[in-house]
């Protein structure tokens, strides 16, 4: 079984993104131990603070994003990184080469509860007479990223990896090395699967509303065929999950909070995660246009999310198509 970095080599990537995606892998791999200690480590619970976001951290959040900054920093080819749990992009070594964005600790409601979580990164280059102390050097759209991937911690730690040459899945041995365990993922076009929080239907855009009103009525509705629902809460296993048997995602824009494009994030969430569906043949889209052509104005920037198979992200989109021309706009802020 080929080593990450030996497969990394087969496909000719750059000496330093390698390096770099080692580095990462370093830090992922402490937190699969944090995480695998549970209570024993004492790293379950919350802490008394609110990210940037709003949102209650929970002590793993801070643990992870604690790992991969320290990780990160110490490498002199990252000159800076943002992070969803920090409210300014941190700057590293000016002469360094590449920026990363990450999501430390994806899906910490699962944490306390034992159930899978994941790392998101994206990687990006530095532009030329930028810092990584400035923002604007962030606000790349996703097109732009040079690798992406994620780390699930479920019952093994696997990594999924792109860097534009496909898809490919690493599961971390107990030897500490990640090895190739599948590659050239493809997401099949069709499905019967699909992944949204129901709870949230009332507040969705009528067009989403029509779109899962037909997944619903199954063999006696449009589509002619039934569907089966899956939410775990935590983007990280959905996409596991629609890389390695299809299925749609969607976390679509909804009015509890209109000034918001989205719940997800499009630097740490959208973006890395567009990249892998997209290099597995899929589709990724905020239901108006592709989410890695969306010019991001801020690093913690929302975005809608409709990702999966191809054909079935199509449909979704076809519902949205008659509101396209007035409601793109508000939803690729
Ligand atoms: P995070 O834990 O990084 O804040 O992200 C959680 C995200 C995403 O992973 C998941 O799909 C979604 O939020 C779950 O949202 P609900 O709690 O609304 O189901
Ligand atoms: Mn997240
Ligand atoms: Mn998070």
């Not at 990640?178 to 076009?189: G, H, M, V, W």
């Not at 239907?201 to 569907?227: A, C, T």
Request: a negative charge; charged letters at 25%; hydrophobic letters at 40%.
């Amino acid at each position: 079984m080929l080593l990450l970095s030996q497969f990394l080599k087969q496909q000719e990537t750059d000496d330093n993104l390698i390096d770099l995606i080692g580095t990462l892998m370093l830090a992922c791999k402490e937190v699969a131990i944090q995480l695998r200690e549970g209570a024993l480590a004492g790293v379950l619970g919350s802490t008394e603070d609110t990210n940037v976001q709003g949102e209650t951290q929970k002590k793993m959040d801070v643990i992870a994003n604690d790992l991969l900054k320290k990780f990160l920093l110490d490498n002199p080819l990252v000159a800076g990184l943002a992070s969803e749990e920090e409210d300014l992009p941190v700057a590293g070594n000016p002469d360094g080469r590449y920026l990363v964005t990450f999501d430390p600790l994806d899906g910490s409601s699962n944490i306390d509860i034992n159930v899978s979580v994941g790392t998101i990164f994206s990687i990006l280059e530095l532009p030329e007479g930028m810092s990584g102390a400035d923002e604007a050097a962030y606000l790349q759209a996703g097109r732009k990223q040079i690798a992406a991937g994620y780390v699930l911690y479920g019952q093994s730690a696997v990594l999924s990896l792109t860097t534009g040459k496909g898809v490919n899945f690493f599961t971390l041995a107990h030897t500490g090395d990640f090895l190739l365990t599948r590659d050239n993922i493809e997401i099949p076009a069709d499905t019967n699967e699909f992944a949204i929080n129901m709870s949230n239907q009332r507040h969705w855009e009528p067009e989403m509303q029509s779109y899962i009103d037909e997944l619903l009525l199954g063999v006696e509705g449009n589509r002619g065929k039934n569907f089966n629902m899956r939410w775990i809460a935590s983007m990280v296993a959905e996409v596991h999950r629609v890389l390695t048997r299809g299925g749609i995602f969607a976390y679509p824009w909804d009015k509890r909070d209109e000034s918001k494009p989205g719940k997800l994030r499009l630097m740490y969430e959208g973006n890395p995660m567009s990249f892998l569906i997209e290099q597995a043949g899929g589709l990724s889209t905020t239901c108006y246009g592709n989410i890695m052509d969306i010019e991001p104005q801020k690093i913690h920037q929302r975005v809608a999310v409709a990702l999966g198979s191809k054909n079935e992200v199509e449909t979704a989109m076809e519902f949205h198509r008659d509101s396209a021309d007035s409601k793109a706009a508000r939803l690729n802020r």
